[in-house]
């Protein structure tokens, strides 16, 4: 019974620290979403469970929507990162339970191994055009961020 028990707690960890697939997002917000702001103009995030992550899965993002949409270039006018930590802290928790002539109380304790974990959302504001890329640190070429970071 304890070794199905571990396994279990074990399987429910790996789980939870397994790395979400890029997507759209999912019901905890992880992966990518966008917003259309005008023609050629969007708000691209992409919310990971570390820095590198978010940016990568921002720039693809960015790059398929430029693709997508007919371009060959995006530049990014506007960029911000946000940083979130969930779990980490310890709890004690009492409790107390009868049945028939039988009483018990019990007394539990949470420690975190990790430490919590860490949110990385990443915010890309673009602007999307034809033609060469033009000579500036903010653009990119869709179809190079495609074949580097992810599939054409």
Known sequence: MKQ???????????????TPDYGPANAR??????????????????KAR????????????AAELTRMRGFDY????SRDVSRERSGGGSSIGIGGATGGRRSGVGV????????GSEEVTTRLEIVMGKGSKPDDPRAYDANAVLGNLGTL
């Not at 995006?74 to 006018?77: A, C, G, I, L, N």
């Not at 949470?110 to 430490?115: M, T």
Request: include cysteine; charged fraction near 15%.
């Open 29 to 46: 917000g992880f992966g990518y979403a966008e917003q259309q702001i005008e023609t050629g103009r969007y708000r691209v995030s992409y």
């Open 108 to 115: 539990g304790l949470s420690v975190p191994l990790g430490g």
């Open 74 to 77: 995006f530049t990014v006018v």
């Open 50 to 61: 570390n820095a590198v992550e978010a940016e990568d899965g921002a720039l693809r993002r």
């Open 4 to 18: 199905i028990v571990s396994a279990l707690a074990l399987v429910m960890v790996a789980a939870c620290a397994g």
